[in-house]
């Protein structure tokens, strides 16, 4: 149990479908993170929020949308996805951005996203 | 650019050590990362290294060389339930984390 809890776990989508993914935190943390999980291959960041406002975006294609209503809970709202976006989504948090210097990034057990 | 390298695949046995190593190519340096990642897990962190030198937790040691580009996991003591991912990441001048694919580690009795 890492303080992160994301739901849900696994997900079948159809490519004109509409679904979200939810990740809360208990830790207390100011950050919150999105990064997609590809087998083999590295973590590819996808969007950063501090204290809920926006701070990175990867170059993510808008069919993927983020939403952190407070510092607790972020969404990763998904429509008209692609085949190639079936992967592992994870949430992490860390105490605040300055705090991933010392590793305490915390993560969730990620949404294995299939799409069809 | 910025690249991570790490071994795909590692086989190891039970009650032996094994060295999991990662070379990092990043726009400035501010640590190194390895996490460890079980199946269908959340990765957990293991250690950080900023600094030259090896940094010993139990079981598990890390190495640093910032002049090679290098870091290095040591497991000792192999045990069945370290048999999961290892993810090497390097954190460049914008604070942002490099991650590697992640060295898989195979465990037998």
């Known amino acids: 149990e890492t303080g992160v809890t994301q739901t849900p776990r696994h997900l079948v989508m159809g490519m004109t479908n509409k679904k979200s993914l939810k990740c809360e935190q208990h830790l207390g943390h100011n950050a919150m993170y999105w990064y997609k999980q590809s087998a083999k291959k590295p973590l590819e960041l996808m969007f950063v929020?501090?204290?809920?406002?926006?701070?990175e975006n990867n170059s993510v294609p808008s069919r993927f949308s983020p939403e952190c209503p407070n510092s607790s809970h972020l969404f990763l709202h998904l429509h008209t996805l692609q085949p190639e976006d079936s992967a592992l989504y994870l949430c992490?948090?860390?105490?605040?951005?300055?705090?991933?210097?010392?590793?305490?990034?915390?993560f969730g057990e990620g949404s294995r996203l299939t799409v069809l | 650019g910025q690249n991570i390298d790490q071994p795909t695949e590692m086989t190891a046995t039970e009650g032996a050590i094994v060295q999991i190593n990662c070379t990092y190519q990043t726009s400035g340096f501010n640590g190194l990362f390895w996490y460890q990642q079980h199946a269908g897990e959340a990765p957990t962190f293991l250690s950080y290294n900023v600094l030259d030198g090896l940094e010993e937790k139990g079981r598990f040691s890390s190495f640093l060389s910032r002049s090679k580009g290098y870091s290095y996991l040591l497991l000792k003591e192999l045990q069945m339930k370290d048999s999961a991912s290892y993810l090497c990441?390097?954190?460049?001048?914008?604070?942002?984390?490099?991650w590697g694919a992640g060295t898989k580690l195979i465990i037998k009795p």
């Open positions: 929020y501090n204290f809920k406002e926006q701070t």
């Open positions: 992490a948090s860390s105490q605040d951005l300055e705090g991933v210097n010392t590793g305490e990034l915390f």
């Open positions: 990441a390097s954190m460049d001048s914008n604070y942002q984390l490099i």
